[in-house]
T-cell receptor
């Protein structure tokens, strides 16, 4: 199992509920990213973790979104009080950050539907 | 700030036709450039990359050349197959402190190849 894994693959929730999405990066990858992909659109950066540095949260769309990462392993993205506009595919990626090349490996995504 | 612009789709071709998907970028310094592909129902995969001017990335019959003078990284394939039907994303990774962490993405170009 060498790839990035995400769970659940699909999540349907009601407006106002909280959801938690999980990402398991490739072992040894120090960098981890969360993106959002709305239907028919490109990828929207949400948050970035690199080792023990403070995460780059500049892409989080509101304070309802938060993410955590334990060391260089699992990360969880939490969306509180979900809204219909949060419906999207949430993608996680990990990479070995070395020099100028930043090749990211993506998980299959979690499709979130907020009713 | 850094940005990526790629041609809008959808692109529809017949099998064995020649493919070009244009991608231009705006960035300071010398970013790394990537093409990612997303096949129906699958996650994003790296297709090819180039890390410096005049580099040519190639994979699965696809090629793209890093053109510093025209700030372009156009994707080409001489003879497309039905199995190439997917969404193609152009992306760059900046090199300056503060942005060498996340990929900047184009909006994606959908390709449909008919038999």
């Amino acid at each position: 199992g060498a790839g990035v894994s995400q769970s659940p693959s699909n999540k349907v929730t009601e407006k106002g509920k909280d959801v938690e999405l999980r990402c398991d990066p490739i072992s040894g990858h120090t960098a981890l990213y969360w993106y959002r992909q709305r239907l028919g659109q490109g990828l929207e950066f949400l948050i970035y973790f690199q080792g023990n540095s403070a995460p780059d949260k500049s892409g989080l769309p509101s304070d309802r979104f938060s993410a955590e990462r334990t060391g260089e392993s699992v990360s969880t993205l939490t969306i509180q009080r979900t809204q219909q506009e949060d419906s999207a595919v949430y993608l996680c990626a990990s990479s070995l950050v070395s020099g100028r090349v930043n090749e990211q490996f993506f998980g299959p995504g979690t499709r979130l539907t907020v009713l | 700030g850094d940005s990526v612009t790629q041609m809008e789709g959808p692109v529809t071709l017949s099998e064995e036709a020649f493919l070009t998907i244009n991608c231009t970028y705006t960035a300071t310094g010398y970013p790394s450039l990537f093409w990612y592909v997303q096949y129906p129902g699958e996650g994003l995969q790296l297709l090819l990359k180039a890390t410096k001017a005049d580099d040519k990335g190639s994979n699965k019959g696809f090629e793209a050349t890093y053109r510093k003078e025209t700030t372009s990284f156009h994707l080409e394939k001489g003879s497309v197959q039905v199995s190439d039907s997917a969404v193609y994303f152009c992306a760059l990774s900046g090199v300056e402190a503060g942005n060498n962490r996340k990929l900047i993405w184009g909006l994606g170009t959908s390709l449909a190849v008919n038999p």
